[in-house]
Nanobody
Framework: QVQLIESGGGSVQAGGSLRLSCVASGRTFSSYAMGWFRQAPGKEREFVAALSRNGARIWYSDSVKGRFTISRDNAKNTVYLQMNSLKPDDTAIYYC??????????????????WGPGTQATVSS
């Protein structure tokens, strides 16, 4: 089992940047594919970005492609989400997720088994 803790959320103005971090504890971090999801008030949790165990394969939602970058540091048991050119529509609770499953695609909540408690990101206009 793996435990996930997110950090780095906060409040910024539109056009600004935030860098989210997610530290994993427990079993070998490199055995897990990692993802970021978000949930805005009154909306369902949606996929943001994901990357494979070794980081060779990366997926982004269309809404963040070109603005967000997901990366991982297996030596630090950490996955990052660099968020640039933020918009008010990016306001949400951001969740880190992990799975040991080998899949062809990680763009679904159902692909992930472990979740962090979330961190709030608020973008004002």
């Amino acid at each position: 089992q793996v435990q996930l803790i997110e950090s780095g959320g906060g409040s910024v103005q539109a056009g600004g940047s935030l860098r989210l971090s997610c530290v994993a504890s427990g079993r070998t971090f490199s055995s897990y594919a990692m993802g970021w999801f978000r949930q805005a008030p009154g909306k369902e949790r949606e996929f943001v970005a994901a990357l494979s165990r070794n980081g060779a394969r990366i997926w982004y939602s269309d809404s963040v492609k070109g603005r967000f970058t997901i990366s991982r540091d297996n030596a630090k048991n950490t996955v990052y989400l660099q968020m640039n050119s933020l918009k008010p529509d990016d306001t949400a609770i951001y969740y880190c997720a992990a799975t040991a499953s080998l899949l062809n695609d990680y763009r679904s909540r159902r692909a992930f088994d472990y979740w962090g408690p979330g961190t709030q990101a608020t973008v004002s206009s």
